[in-house]
């Protein structure tokens, strides 16, 4: 059974820096593409980064590249993203997604994503 746990969101204020934390377990990673997506509050649920499993590529949405960096711990099946100079607008409940198979076009797209963590809060003060 594919777990992803989440930590590390927060309450911070604009400029600051926080970092999440995903935690996988229950399947190989091999082959996979592990993704954040963020939902706000009467919003659909938007895709922020993701990074393939083999060999590290990454993607990011527009509104965070320069911003927010994702990286993966293969010795700890976990990926992180390092937030930096955080917005107000950054403020959502992200979410954890693990998917298989995922082809370059579909990367961003939140069905490609077969298995999600419970998300973490992430406030970010004026």
């Known amino acids: 059974q594919v777990q992803l746990v989440e930590s590390g969101g927060g309450l911070v204020q604009a400029g600051d820096s926080l970092t999440l934390s995903c935690a996988a377990s229950g399947r190989t990673l091999r082959n996979s593409a592990m993704g954040w997506f963020r939902q706000a509050p009467g919003k659909e649920r938007e895709f922020v980064t993701a990074i393939r499993w083999n060999g590290g590529s990454t993607h990011y949405a527009d509104s965070v590249k320069g911003r927010f960096t994702i990286s993966r711990d293969g010795a700890k099946n976990t990926v992180h993203l390092q937030m930096n100079s955080l917005k107000p607008e950054d403020s959502a409940v992200y979410y954890c997604?693990?998917?298989?198979?995922?082809?370059?076009?579909?990367?961003?797209?939140?069905?490609?994503?077969?298995?999600w963590g419970q998300g973490t809060q992430v406030t970010v003060s004026s």
């Open positions: 997604a693990l998917g298989y198979g995922i082809i370059l076009s579909a990367i961003r797209t939140k069905v490609s994503y077969n298995y």
